[in-house]
């Protein structure tokens, strides 16, 4: 089946004085496709995410989104035109309630002034769309509960809600299942899934999880000390020697 691209990521460069952490990656994704990134620590994948979603400019090449040249714009324009990410290390507000989180992202992602007075205000409407939002992670009933008596599992269900409240169409997940339980884990993969049942997301997720990957991943992107090394089909990854010999070599460094 042909989709239409919805990221082309073209030669893209990302160095940190001496460290080059993205060293010339392409990447083409498609609508409505899920594809993992992984690869072991350090291969680059969270500074390739910083950069498609504009926390950093690339030091070169080219990013376009929906056709549109994103490369260097600011995080919050990038956000507007329909990527939205969450992060490695949970990134909410404790002393919000969860619904009030969400108002948050609903309120700054419409370029309103961020007064939190407003935000917080009993604007009924406002309150209807976080709730509804709440309710498609599961998180409904808990919408007045304060966000840090949450549990690690749920904070991080707020994230996909955070999210997802920006009305994304490309959603960037970095290691969303990161200190999970097993049981949690499972969960985030049944609401994925249902999520793109539901509306035709393109998720690029990386995780190092291998569950998560054969679960969701429709193509693999392998990265390795900032270029990618391989790519395919779940299955296909998973039997190339090459891939094998990038996590293995990455295990006797740290054994040295
Ligand atoms: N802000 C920064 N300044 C300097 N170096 C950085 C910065 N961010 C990342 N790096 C370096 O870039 C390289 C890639 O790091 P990155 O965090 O992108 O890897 P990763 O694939 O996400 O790893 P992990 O699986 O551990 O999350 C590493 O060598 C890291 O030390
Ligand atoms: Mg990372």
Redesign the pocket.
Known sequence: MQRDPILQAENVT?R??G????DGVSVNLAVGETVA?I????????????VVSGR?APTSGRILFEGTDISGKPAHEIARLGISRSF?VTNVFNELSLRENVQVALVSHRGKSLRLFSVLSYDRALREEADAVLARLGLAEMSEQRTGTLSYGDKRLLELAIVLATEPRLILL??PTAGLTPEETRKVIRLIDGLRADQPYTFFI?E?DMEVVFNLADRVLV?HR?RLLAQGTPDEVRTDPHVKAAYLGEDDEAAA
């Open positions: 990302k940190f004085g460290v080059t952490a993205v990134l690869g072991p620590n350090g291969a680059g994948k969270t500074t390739f995410y910083n950093m490695q970095d290691e990386t190092h990265m900032g």
